[in-house]
């Protein structure tokens, strides 16, 4: 490219060849720089604290992964995988490192590359299946809020109770005697079916609730996003309330079916069989959520409202019958969310779902407002890099999901999949 | 001059605290394509807006093919037959543009030979027939926006400024393809600045200022009038010319 064409480039607000160069050595060097800090870590761990070591090969993995993407323009191109790939490998690379340090008999520290590999990668696999079992609950419980927020309008901060319900009926089947006895045996049929009937009724009776909630609360202050957030939270508040009258207030210790729970060993990894299941409903949820939204008409009409209520109308669509029928999707599939968190948490109580609303927000904020697929890897960066943390320096677990949403959004303030609305 | 299949009758328009139209008189009449003239803020895009009941008329009454649809919900009036092409022209940005024509076909799957005969007026929308709508030019766009409107047939096409922002080329195209939307026989009302463009098309045609109707009769008289033209339309015609 000549430097003209650079000129014109630059002038359609293109990078042009000279730019894109500077950009390749930048990419180049914070690869070498990164790699080079991590192998010297790696060598001669340069503090005593175990912690320094950590962060500082945290911080120099990090840069020559970021290096390492940026030599292929992945953050520009597919946002959502360049932040995946580098929560993923950082993760890896951190786990390996951490596991590859010990305290030595003269007081220091040593690193072992054997170690490192072996238990390492171990613990990273782990933490790996962990992290999508919860970030795929967190999705399921999330989806709906964003829909309902891209097609409507709507900030739903009472979906949380939605998840509540989920859980309770899990518990009021789990606790009964032939629920007890169909989820004790050691039938694949016995465990598989009570569970479905649980989602069944789940799903029923969260969409029956969202049904009123949208015709009582919802509906007289569309438009309006203060009132919204007031009425939800306060028709939050009922819900959890009647459940509470309904179930009473204390917390329930329930037992995962039988051939759900335990765990099986792999190599050097220990697996969670519930937290496979869980891997499994998230990925089938989304895999036909997306079928749904790509390859029906209703899923073409809920894509065109995101952009436009207003056009949707003028072609004919009734848009509050589809408002009607999204929220109650969304409130089941919080409650479908409910369930599956509940036999994941184990313990039941009126806030499992409240807990887990400021999850749910990080997750619609970083995926992109009413953008599903941006939801998926919202949910999939939260649960991973909590696990990631929560294995390397769990005090700082908690806040890594707020550091993740303030990164992405100084980055890309309309998140990492953004809805565009005409 | 045919049957109207359109009448507003002292239809005024309120949007927040603005009083936008003010009792504007106007008939469309059938198979006909009649152009509604006027300056900026003339209250144009308001009165196509408040056919389709997108803004609520405060006072008085519409009827279409007879029959009273003021209060008729916008859903409602695209079922019975009426299409709108709006002047940001509506298309979804982030749906192909197979999947807004199969928005747009709504009573079914699009008939295949009136598709034949859409794309034959747009032959573009064919090659970008998988592309995402956001990404087509300016043009493309007004080109796909049209062609929803027509995928199926139609009793009346509401089409606000489709000329606005694109190339002569372009704009040529599209006389082309109302021209041979006209010999269908298909009643359009079409709002526009481009003096040129509606006298290419325009059948009947009626000027608004400030918000009534002040002036309606035949295209060809208003076109063959220039102190006319310049009472009515002023400045902006000239620089439309």
């Given at each position: 490219m000549s430097s003209a064409e650079n000129t014109a480039a630059a002038a359609a607000g293109e990078p042009g060849l000279a730019q894109r160069l500077g950009e390749r050595r930048g990419a180049a060097l914070a690869l070498a720089l990164g790699a080079l800090v991590f192998i010297i870590g790696m060598i001669v761990p340069l503090f005593g604290a175990r912690w320094v070591n950590d962060v500082i090969a945290v911080i120099a993995a990090g840069f020559a992964v970021h290096g390492a993407l940026s030599l292929y323009d992945v953050q520009q191109r597919a946002p959502q995988w360049y932040l995946l790939s580098l929560v993923v490998v950082t993760g890896f690379l951190a786990i390996a490192y951490h596991s590859g340090l010990s305290p030595t008999d003269a007081g220091g520290l040593a690193f072992s590359l054997g170690d490192a590999l072996s238990s390492g990668a171990g613990s990273w696999t782990q933490m790996t299946i962990n992290g999508l079992a919860m970030g795929l609950l967190i999705f399921i419980m999330a989806s709906g809020m964003t829909l309902t927020f891209g097609l409507m309008g709507v900030l739903n901060l009472g979906h949380s109770a939605f998840i509540t319900i989920g859980a309770y009926v899990l518990m009021t089947f789990l606790v009964s005697d032939w629920g007890r006895g169909l989820s004790g045996a050691e039938s694949v049929v016995a465990n598989v079916g009570l569970l479905a009937l649980v989602v069944l009724v789940a799903l029923v009776i969260a969409g029956v609730v969202g049904l009123l909630f949208e015709r009582l609360i919802v509906k007289p202050v569309y438009d309006n996003h203060l009132k919204q957030i007031l009425v939800t939270v306060g028709g939050g508040i009922i819900i959890t309330q009647l459940i509470i009258a309904i179930s009473g207030p204390n917390e329930v210790q329930l037992n995962q079916p039988a051939t759900l729970s335990g765990s099986f060993i792999v190599g050097p990894v220990v697996v969670e069989t519930f937290r496979l299941v869980a891997v499994a409903v998230g990925a089938a949820i989304f895999w036909g959520m997306l079928r749904v939204i790509n390859r029906t008409k209703v899923g073409i009409l809920i894509r065109a409202g995101v952009q436009s209520t207003e056009m949707v109308e003028a072609m004919g669509y009734r848009i509050k019958m589809l408002f009607i029928a999204v929220f109650m999707a969304g409130s089941a599939l919080a409650a479908v969310g409910g369930v599956f968190w509940g036999l994941y948490d184990t313990l039941i109580h009126p806030e499992i779902g409240g807990l887990r609303l400021f999850q749910i927000i990080i997750v619609i904020i970083i995926g992109g407002l009413g953008s599903i697929t941006g939801c998926f890897f919202g949910a999939l960066l939260l649960g991973l890099l909590s696990n990631y943390v929560g294995f390397v320096a769990p005090e700082v677990a908690e806040f890594s999901s707020i550091a993740l949403m303030v990164a992405v959004l100084m980055w890309r303030p309309q998140g990492l999949i953004p809805v565009i609305r005409m | 001059m045919a049957e109207p299949l359109l009448r507003l009758e002292g239809v005024h328009t309120h949007i927040g605290h603005y009083h936008i139209l003010h009792g504007v008189d106007l008939t469309v009449p059938e198979g006909e394509l009649t152009m509604l003239l006027g300056r900026n803020g003339a209250g144009k895009t308001t009165t196509l807006r408040t056919i389709m009941n997108l803004w609520k008329a405060s006072q008085g009454r519409i009827t279409f093919g007879g029959n009273d649809i003021t209060q008729t919900p916008t859903y409602e009036l695209a079922k019975s037959g009426m299409a709108y092409v709006p002047e940001d022209m509506g298309v979804f940005h982030l749906l192909s543009v197979r999947e807004n024509m199969e928005l747009a076909a709504r009573s079914g799957p699009i008939d295949p030979d009136r598709l034949e005969w859409v794309v034959g007026l747009f032959p573009a929308l064919k090659k970008f027939w998988t592309k995402e709508a956001g990404t087509l030019s300016g043009g493309q766009k007004q080109m796909l926006s049209i062609a929803r409107a027509l995928i199926e047939p139609r009793k009346l096409m509401l089409v606000d400024e489709p000329t606005?922002?694109?190339?002569?080329?372009?704009?040529?195209?599209?006389?082309?393809?109302?021209?041979?939307?006209?010999?269908?026989?298909?009643?359009?009302?079409?709002?526009?600045?481009?003096?040129?463009?509606?006298?290419?098309?325009?059948?009947?045609?009626?000027?608004?200022?400030?918000?009534?109707?002040?002036?309606?009769?035949?295209?060809?008289?208003?076109?063959?009038d220039e102190a006319l033209q310049t009472r009515l339309l002023g400045l902006s015609l000239d620089s439309h010319q």
């Open positions: - | 606005k922002g694109l190339a002569p080329a372009i704009i040529n195209e599209l006389v082309g393809a109302f021209q041979q939307l006209k010999e269908t026989h298909t009643t359009v009302l079409l709002v526009e600045q481009n003096f040129n463009f509606a006298q290419a098309l325009g059948d009947s045609v009626a000027v608004m200022d400030d918000g009534v109707v002040v002036h309606t009769g035949a295209m060809a008289d208003l076109a063959a």
